[in-house]
């Protein structure tokens, strides 16, 4: 492709997205299309020679965007809706275009500082400890596998030239992510030492519980080395008790990990750090901007008060990685199992200096506005409950009728193309679960999911 060729096409890709950013409600918000047609639709081997590109935008309009489910539609609320934004598309763009990779310091130097500066603004807009290190994960999965590994490497040193040994054990609520427990069976301590505390009436860790679990495992011999609280559980965005937890972990030198992937954003608004609590206390911490924090995805940001830990698991320098040692030249592949680092971090300092954080916050105080306003017409309506208090942005709700009726309801307001919500379990029933947390979702969408879900339960 020559420069000019690139121009027009570059030109061409930018309008596409720019149409696209202006109006994604002109696509149904979930993909219409079956299992596997997209998979038909498509040559079943590669060209043996270069198309032109206006063919492949052509077929990228016409075949692509079909099998697209829209995540930046604003009637997008299932799971937790992630709000993508220009100034981060433009650094994904740039950091795509310099194509770096950030192994080393030397590798390219703006890879490793501009992620060791945005994360400090990040500390610093978020009210977390000055002297967290940071670093930039693709996401929250690998961020808590990487502190479950550095739980097992404090508790175990010699893991790491032993392999892991048996009878460490993992401490987590019912509620949090699977990821945690993936991380705990990726650095081969298993699932049957992952204890799964009970939660209370508002899905939140029982610390008395937790006690009673970590006392019955130091009694049969075992090593309790980490527990998982979650901030913004992703059900129902429950707070787990983090300053009695933190408790416990001083108490027994157990690694305490905070999963804020989905939460962790709110922290730039001081009216939502109460939720936030203990979290200085913490051993590490994940938080994801490409969730709820206008960044595209992937971003995953982590936190540690004990990078040596980190290190110590992680570090290991072949001949061909040398570099000379200098304590300004971080080496991040020093911190984790990825070698090759994109440069993540320049989405995420174009969407800070282009929103900043009272920019932020406001975008994410109307989110959580919309979601309490939503929580009070539901409480207003006889027929419909809230499954679980509503924090934030997500709101649990059911129609007061069996599970197959709120799967029902579910299926019409998704059968629209306008809405899209998901669903959960809650105390062993189904639930309806929107999420609100798209920088372009307005309370007149708000307003529609709920006329649809009224609509769902008239039609049963
Ligand atoms: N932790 C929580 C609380 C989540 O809700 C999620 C995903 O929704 C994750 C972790 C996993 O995030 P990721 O997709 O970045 O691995």
Not at 122 to 136: H, M, Q, S, V
Not at 183 to 197: L, P
Request: hydrophobic share 45%; charged share 25%.
């Amino acid at each position: 492709m020559t420069p000019e060729e690139f121009r027009r096409h570059g030109y061409q890709a930018i309008d596409w997205i720019a149409d696209y950013l202006a109006r994604p409600e002109r696509y149904p918000v979930l993909a219409q299309v079956k299992p596997g047609e997209l998979t038909d639709a498509l040559p079943a081997a590669g060209p043996e020679r270069g198309e032109p590109m206006d063919a492949i935008m052509a077929d990228f309009e016409r075949l692509i965007v079909p099998a697209v489910t829209h995540w930046n539609h604003p009637g997008f609320m299932a799971y937790f809706a992630i709000s993508a934004s220009e100034p981060g598309i433009l650094g994904e763009l740039l950091a795509t275009a310099l194509n770096l990779n950030g192994m080393l310091w030397k590798s390219s130097p703006v890879v490793t500082e501009l992620e060791q500066v945005t994360l400090r603004w990040l500390r610093k807009w978020t009210a977390l400890p000055e002297d967290w290190f940071g670093c930039i994960y693709d996401t929250a999965s690998v961020g808590s596998m990487h502190a479950i590994a550095a739980a097992r490497q404090a508790a175990d040193p010699q893991c790491r030239t032993r392999g892991a040994s048996q009878g460490l054990v993992v401490y987590t609520s019912e509620q949090a992510h699977s990821s945690i427990e993936k991380g705990a069976i990726a650095v081969g301590i298993g699932q049957d030492f992952v204890r799964k505390i009970p939660v209370d009436a508002e899905f939140r860790m029982i610390p008395d519980a937790l006690a009673a679990a970590i006392e019955r495992d130091l009694a049969a011999g075992l090593r309790p080395c980490c527990a998982c609280a979650t901030v913004g559980t992703t059900s129902t965005t429950s707070v787990d008790p983090v300053p009695q937890i933190a408790d416990l972990c001083q108490r027994h030198g157990i690694w305490l990990h905070v999963d804020a992937a989905y939460a962790g954003s709110l922290m730039v608004a001081p009216e939502f750090r109460w939720a936030f609590a203990g979290c200085d206390r913490a051993d590490s911490l994940v938080t994801n901007p490409h969730k709820w924090f206008m960044t595209p995805v992937d971003c995953s940001v982590f936190y540690t008060r004990r990078p040596d830990v980190l290190r110590a698991a992680f570090s290991l320098i072949p001949d061909y990685l040398t570099s000379a040692a200098d304590p300004r030249a971080v080496n991040l592949m020093d911190y984790g199992v990825p070698l090759g680092r994109r440069f993540r971090a320049l989405k995420l300092w174009f969407v800070m200096r282009s929103f900043g954080r009272e920019g932020i916050a406001n975008l994410l105080r109307a989110q959580v506005q919309l979601a309490q306003d939503l929580a009070r017409e539901v409480d207003a309506d006889p027929r419909f409950e809230r499954t679980a208090p509503t924090p934030f942005s997500v709101v649990c709700l059911r129609y007061k009728g069996t599970d197959d009726e709120n799967r029902r309801i579910q299926d019409h307001v998704n059968s629209t193309g306008e809405i899209f919500i998901s669903g959960t379990v809650l105390n062993g029933r189904f639930t309806l679960r929107l999420a609100i947390g798209n920088r372009t979702t307005k309370r007149e969408h708000v307003e529609r999911a709920w006329a649809l879900i009224r609509e769902g339960a008239e039609r049963l």
